[in-house]
């Protein structure tokens, strides 16, 4: 017969033995999850700190150029005319890229949804400008857009579309859209493929059209999706440099400022006027900007979702 | 007892040869070799070869008997940033070119060596630089660097064109007008002037209109250059070249009858446009005559550790030697009165004591001309006033 | 199938509708067939373009007259495409097999050991997902300027390592696999790491593959670290698109060269993609909707 402190002592030893192997699994897990952790802290985390640390203060090629701490690169930044043109450019281009690419990419998943013949091929084709780096793209781009090129040479116009200021916006828009499009049809037809077939059924034995189909039951029903859509690429279209970069061949902003994006304002004060305080305070005002666009989305769209 | 005597006769001998032996060997390595690299862009395999041969120039001459081992290093990519991150990792190379547009802003980052306590030392002559070159480098009486070449703005026509409208490449305004108009009538070409949407030409203008952009920016004369410039578009006697192409391109496709270009034009027509036949003259005038030095400079930089082996380096360079060599392809003009420039160049060089420094010494210019370009191109397209123009340059360059 | 699906299936014959049937699905197909072909064109006329001469090149013509692969030669003699490509190689064999291995180190402990915080730091990995580039900016550029590593190749692998998204991804899989797997490795006295690395790895296989061909993607098309880090100063550091873009901004005419370098810099990736479109597709999917 086991004796109540007996028991009580083998509980005893369990107890420990238990402990030790909460620890022993704590350790491995702090193990494994080291080097990932030291990697995003040293080089996101860290750096977030380092450039609020010197936004404060004037800070140059070798370190401080002048004395005095406060927000003065702050208020530089709010107060010039160029940073909010950048702010204004980059959120018509969110604005207007973001839902062009998640329809062309709804519409193209809904393409390769339906049960046509030679899906694989169509999903390849609609996903090739996806896989193509910025820079080739936009080259190739450019080339065939240029005033005496393919396009205007096709449709008769002679408009030098990246080159005029009312344009240019439009044609990194489009590009743009034309490139992700891919990338978000892929996500669309996972979240499609999830939705059960009895749904369609359903609605098919109600003799509703294809349209409400989709508009009633469909879209609501990728509501994830969307949440997703919209953060994902919403932050990607914030941080736009390479494609402008390579139109303007520079961070100018040219011409007469349509490809001026914070992204820019950053770039040319870090390198251009060597004031590393200005670019930290508006690379700050920048990430501001993109934490609360995430938490609204979050807050409005995302709401549904169970964490 | 002279077997042992033998031997430490043997012993001593040896001991004061090799004694004699190391000494001879200290006394050649008491010259000691510094290194010294010297850097900048590249603009083509040309400037590359060149800076190439100055170096095995150098390195034959003064730098065997002082004792001074030069290296050409050539940087691609964006310039000044690499030259950021050299300045901040204090391992910039000892002596590098400098733009008259940025020499500005590294003098007040603090980077660059002023060089008055070593040109007094080795009593360099500064006076046979044209002074208004040598001005560009210059902070009040301090100077961080000699121009090592220049080239500013000249009058390019196309010959085919002009024949055929009967008339002679424009010397004032009035005739750059009169010129175009009867291009525009005559011949093909339906806009016969191309001018860049770029301060880096209409600053010409401002000058010559009586104006300037260092002093009083938003004068009357200044408005008046930017409205005959812009007219000149408005109008459709000129066209800003289409994005990918510049107005060296044009000349040379025939599209543009009139340019305003730099000896940069020069090698470029030679190697890509070798069929077509065009005039330079020199740069029209109103009333003065202005124009601007587009020079780089070669500076040490302030950290440097071998300052006085790297100024022997810079000093040879925009030498009377160093020049030598460095104008014998033509690619810029030489900076000193007593070294001549390649044939050819005199409608250039005639524009030495008007030519102001492409920058100014402004440390702002940078950012000062991302505005300078971008309301250009809103004034040319209607969406801003001149006067609007001005003023944002205006504040720019004050660093607002 | 059942029989309610083939009963919900069925058509009811109606003379007359087959033909408007196949007509609404010729009309269909041909639309696809469009649209595909638009998304196909631009690659196909530069690399025709990349095959003309430079006068010809300004013709809008398809095919090139004379038909020349100067272009090609030119950019591996004259313009060093062959280090570009040697180094976008060795970037992306050395960052992909780093990530491979870290994230599903990283994932699988953030997925499978409790460790405390764990939740406070995956929320904290995600965060990192909103920290932009260009912040970024500064801060690496003079950490990788004090540490001398700017302008080699060490600092842009560093700051590669491992990546937010590609924890958050494995984290994903190893959730996915049922626990009886380490459970009979415990019953069998594995520890963690023989755990790990015998049976939770092997069975991740294709969710690496997936990272693998996306992390190679992301960084062989990658322009803005590269062009920060080690893209100033010298050109045998350049990679692909490095080289590509410093033709475009130097000699943007030279539309031949520039279009055969655009099909080299697409072409790997294109390769691996027809190859591995199922990992590509099931890889951009679990990282995204899963989620």
Known sequence: ?????????????????????????????????????????????????????????????????????????????????????????????????????????????????????????????????????????????????????????????????????????????????????????????????????????????????????????TFPLLRPAHFFCLVVFGIGALKLFDQPFLIAKGASGAPNYSTMYPSFTIYNAAFGSYDFGLAAAAGVIYFVLIFGLTVVQRLTVGRQEAA | MTKRLVVILGLFVTAVALLAASAAQAGHRSVKVTNVTFAGWSSGPDEDALDTQMANAFNRTVGAKEGVHVTWQVINGDYGQAMTARFAAHNAPDVFYVDSSVIGSWIKQGVIQPLNGYVTKSHFDTKAFYPKLLGAFEKGKTIYGFPKDWSPLATETNNALLAQAGVKAPRTWAQLKSD????????????????????????????????????????????????????????????????????????????????????????YMKSTYPNTHYGVAPMVHNKKQGNLAFTVSWSIAKNDKNKAAAWKVLSWLVGKQGEKIWMSKGLALSPRKDVPSIGGRKPFLAAAPYAHGWGFGNPNFASAYTVMGNDLNAVIAGSKTTQQMLADVGKALKGK | MTLQTSVANAEPFVPGRARSDVARKVLLYGLYLTIAAVFFVPFLWTLATSFKTIPDS???????????????RTLWRDYDFPTYIKNSIFLAAVIVTCNLFLSALGGYAFARLRFPGRELLFLLVLGTLMVPDQLRLIPIFVMMVHWGLYGSFWSYILINLVSAVNLFFMRQYFLTIPRDFEEAAKLDGAGYF??????????????????????????????????????????SHYTLQLGLAELHFNYGTLWPEISAGAVIAILPILVVFLAFQRYFVSGVVSAGVKG
């Open chain 2, 180 to 267: 175009a108009q009867a291009i525009q009538q005559k011949t093909s070409a339906k806009h016969p002037i191309c001018l860049s949407a770029d301060w880096a030409r209409m600053g010409a203008f401002m000058y010559q209109n009586g104006g300037s952009i260092t002093n009083n920016l938003t004068s009357s004369a200044n408005a008046q250059a930017v409205n005959f410039y812009v007219g000149l578009i408005k109008s459709g006697l000129a066209y800003t070249p289409p994005a990918g192409s510049w107005c060296g391109q044009e000349l040379g496709q025939g599209h543009a009858a009139i340019i305003f270009e730099g000896n940069w034009l020069l090698p």
């Open chain 3, 194 to 235: 023989k755990t790990f690395w015998r049976i939770m790895l092997p069975l991740a296989l294709p969710a690496m593959a997936a990272l693998a061909i996306l992390q190679f993607q992301g960084t062989w098309n990658d322009f803005f670290w590269p062009l920060i880090l080690f893209g100033q100063g010298s050109t």
């Open chain 1, 1 to 217: 017969m086991v004796t109540p402190t007996a028991t009580r002592a083998a509980q005893s030893r369990f107890n420990t033995s238990l402990r030790g192997a909460r620890a022993r699994e704590a350790g491995w897990g702090f193990g494994f999850a080291f080097v990932p952790l030291a990697v995003l802290g040293l080089f996101f985390i860290y750096p977030l700190g380092y450039a609020v640390y010197i936004s404060f203060f004037h800070w140059g090629i070798l370190g401080k150029t002048a004395p005095g701490t406060g927000t003065f690169n702050y208020a530089k930044v709010f107060h010039d005319p160029i940073f909010g043109t950048a702010l204004k450019n980059i959120a018509e281009y969110t604005f207007a890229v973001v839902p062009l690419e998640m329809t062309l990419g709804l519409s193209l998943a809904l393409v390769i949804n339906q049960k046509i013949r030679g899906r694989n091929f169509f999903r390849s084709a609609f996903y090739f400008p996806s896989i193509a780096s910025s820079v080739a793209i936009t080259t190739i781009i450019l080339y065939i857009f240029s005033q005496n090129g393919l396009f205007n040479h096709l449709f008769g116009f002679s408009t030098d579309w990246f080159g005029n200021a009312s344009t240019i916006g439009w044609g990194i828009v489009s590009m743009n859209a034309w490139t992700t499009s891919g990338t978000v049809m892929l996500f669309y037809l996972a979240a499609l493929q999830a939705i059960p077939d009895d749904v369609y059924e359903a609605a098919a034995l109600d003799n509703t059209s294809a349209w409400r189909t989709f508009w009633k039951i």
């Open chain 3, 58 to 72: 300004v013709n809008v013509t398809f095919f090139a007259h004379p038909w020349t692969t100067e272009a090609w």
